[in-house]
């Protein structure tokens, strides 16, 4: 393909790699990245980085890996952008949208306007905990043969970034739908977990959950506020409404 892909929307995307085992994958994916015009890597916890597995893997994409982010937690890799997905070999029973690579990339489009989005991948052994796809918007799942379903970790990551290659260099995904007008600025990350906690909180204090397991509810109302596209003055409100029990209490 002999196009340009639209830079200015390629670097609000973020590919994050957590605890990843194997620095050669970390080359791989780096490579996979630059192929299809990607640049924002971000690691959490890599076993091991820099390494030279790592930059023999990467080929020519060493630039990658030298602005690769290194971040103690996923909390902290996505904490400022709009829209995350977690994706999984699985499918999960979590009440998230579960979406199919073209899909996912579509949904992220729709939300780029508005600040950075990111696709997070998981460990090589044991994919991402139920946590941490509990901090994401949506799940992304390959539909790969379901009778051996697991991808490598950088070939999965491959599969995306080619998808987002396509919608990018046609910008098709994105005109097509038209943008959407909200009034206020969409909630980042951060926002939405200190909201989720607030209101944990204030649950517990007036006794709310009562026989109910919390993270089940809990659960429930993070997969509302997502489906929602909660805005930054909406999580100021929720904010308001619990500091507003927690000071009756
Ligand atoms: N045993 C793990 C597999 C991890 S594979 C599990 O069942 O979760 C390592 C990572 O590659 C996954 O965390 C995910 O990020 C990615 N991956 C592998 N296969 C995938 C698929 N079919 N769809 C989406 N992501 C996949």
């Not at 973020?14 to 192929?35: E, Q």
């Not at 030279?52 to 994409?61: E, K, P």
């Not at 799942?141 to 080619?162: K, W």
Request: aromatic share 6%.
């Amino acid at each position: 393909m002999t196009q340009q892909a639209n830079s200015s929307l390629s670097v609000k995307i973020r590919i994050v790699l957590v605890n990843t085992s194997h620095p050669g994958n970390i080359g791989a994916t780096a490579r996979a990245m630059k192929n299809m015009g990607l640049s924002k890597l971000t690691l959490v916890q890599p076993k091991q980085f820099p390494s030279l597995d790592a930059l023999n893997r990467a080929a020519g994409a060493i630039d990658i890996l030298d602005y690769a982010r290194v971040a103690y937690s996923l909390e902290e890799a996505v904490a400022d952008c709009v829209w995350v997905a977690g994706t999984s070999a699985r499918l999960r029973t979590i009440e998230w949208p579960i979406y199919e690579p073209r899909e996912c990339v579509q949904q992220s489009l729709d939300f780029i306007d508005e600040g950075e989005v990111a696709i997070v991948f998981g460990r090589e052994n044991s994919g991402l905990t139920n946590e941490e796809l509990e901090l994401c918007n949506a799940l992304l799942h390959i539909p790969t043969n379901p009778e051996y379903s697991s991808l490598n970790v950088a070939a999965a990551v491959q599969v995306i970034c080619y998808e987002y290659r396509l919608a990018l260099v046609s910008d098709k995904a994105r005109k097509s739908k038209g943008k959407k007008h909200r009034q206020d600025a969409l909630a980042r990350n951060e926002q939405l977990q200190g909201m989720h906690a607030h209101l944990k909180e204030a649950l517990l204090s007036v006794d709310f959950f009562g026989t109910n397991n919390p993270d089940v509810i809990m659960r429930r109302l993070k997969g509302l506020f997502n489906r929602a596209a909660t805005t930054q003055r909406e999580v100021g409100i929720i904010r308001g409404i619990c500091k507003a029990i927690l000071e009756k209490k």
